[in-house]
């Protein structure tokens, strides 16, 4: 599903990815980790196409991303859910809108959405608290509804970039089931972190990186 | 785009309105301002267009006697210039009475007059010619057989008004051009910037926005949409006030040389259609601009 042939990306001199090799089936669970500075982010910004990269081939689906234009990469988007370690809600927008909106670019029907949203606040136990606004919510409930606004179109991948970064262990423990029951559905999913919360007691791959490279795979 | 979107837009476009109260407000009277100078010219170009149709189609002359002049070579002049083809003599002034026309024309400034040590104006013969046809008459012509006749002064005809308005309305026209030219950049450049700064107020929503998959258009039509609404609302208030404005001033009759009374009328429909659109392209062009930078950066 997800290729990566010797992809090299830099910021000026910074060399923030160096002969990445990756491939990531369809439906599988990865975790990339690593300290703080090794690419992770910048990895996950190339796979959801904000950066590309300097040289090397990444393929999504079959679509190479060096070669997609503007309009197939935002309609590439619409099937890849991505969440923030700063959940990235709107703070004007009631917590059913910001779920709403992803689907709203689609040009979904109101029915449609209505639907979707709610089974989406459903999964993630916030469909109660659906009218109130993201500063009246606690951070574990703000990123469940960032997690609700990337899985509401079903996404055919899901990408994390440090979802529990801003959370307690125990809430980190709640967000990690909710991947997980996420990933049974069917759903690639993908997680950058370092929290070693996250990493207890899972079997899924890693992928470790450090200063731009893969230096080990469990 | 799919229709379903459009109740989309359109509630985006009045939400960011709503939310940018304070630079619309600005954005509209700045705007309304531009094009209400833009449509004066328009008014007054429209105007003298027609005064000068008007006049054109009508000779008129106003033949200056001596003070001098006896009564019997007035009489004189009176015939022969009855005496030309299709002319007639509609009235005359006396010295007295062009004083008393000029104290009427002045009103309540006619104080001055009272220190004339004597009457500086001369008698004069207002004469027509009824025949439309100007081509037929050559006013130079006549005006120097009438200036050869012993007794008169000088001879003024319409035309030579005419002329020189018509002058005057050229290079009203230029001007207009390049002032109208002026504000519609002035216009461009306002809406532009009140588009950027609601751009930049909604930059975190936009951003956003382009995570879940929006389209550069799904997030531009309603910036445009919200630019074109500001434009429509300037044109109409620009007009209203155009409107007001006329029915004050038409309310009064303009004369000139307190001899011509003149109508004033207002801007014809396509006239206000075209100042109208004018604004509306402008606002549409101006908000295209800004989204489009802000999608180059």
Known sequence: MIKLFHVHKNFGVNVALSDIVLNIRKGEFVFITGPSGAGKTTLLRLIFGSEKPASGQLLINGINLNRINRKNLDLLRRKIGFVFQDFKLLSRKSVFANVALALEVSGESKAYIRKKTRQALKLVGLVEREKAFPLQLSGGEQQRVAIARAIVKDPILLIADEPTGNLDPELTKDIMILFKSIHMKGTTVIVATHSRELLENTAQRRIILNRGKIVEEQ | MKIRLWPYFLNQAFANIMNNRLVHFITLGTTAASLIILGLFLLIFFNLNIWLEGWGKSLTLSVYLDDAIENEKRESVRSYIAGLPNASVDRFISKDGALEELRKLLGPHSQFLKGLDSNPLPASFEVSFHNDL???????????????????????????????????????????????GLLCMGVLFIVTNAIKLTIYSRREEIA?????????????????????????????????????????????????????????????????????????????????????RFFEA
Do not use: C
């Open chain 2, 134 to 180: 100007p081509e037929q008459l050559d006013p130079e012509h006549i005006k120097k057989n009438i200036e050869a006749l012993e007794g008169v002064d000088e001879v003024q005809y319409s035309e030579e008004w005419a002329g020189k308005l018509d002058h005057l309305l050229r290079m009203l026209r230029f001007l207009g051009f390049f002032i109208g």
């Open chain 2, 208 to 292: 956003i926005l382009k995570l879940v998959g929006a389209t550069d258009w799904f997030v531009k039509i309603p910036f445009i949409i919200e630019g074109t609404i500001q434009s429509i609302l300037s044109a109409l208030l620009a007009l209203l006030v155009l409107f007001g404005g006329y029915l004050i001033i038409s309310a009064e009759k303009f004369q000139v040389l307190g001899l011509i009374a003149l109508d004033f009328s207002f801007l014809p429909s396509s006239y206000s259609v075209a100042l109208f659109l004018l604004s509306v392209i402008l606002g549409a062009v101006g908000s295209l601009v800004a989204v489009g």
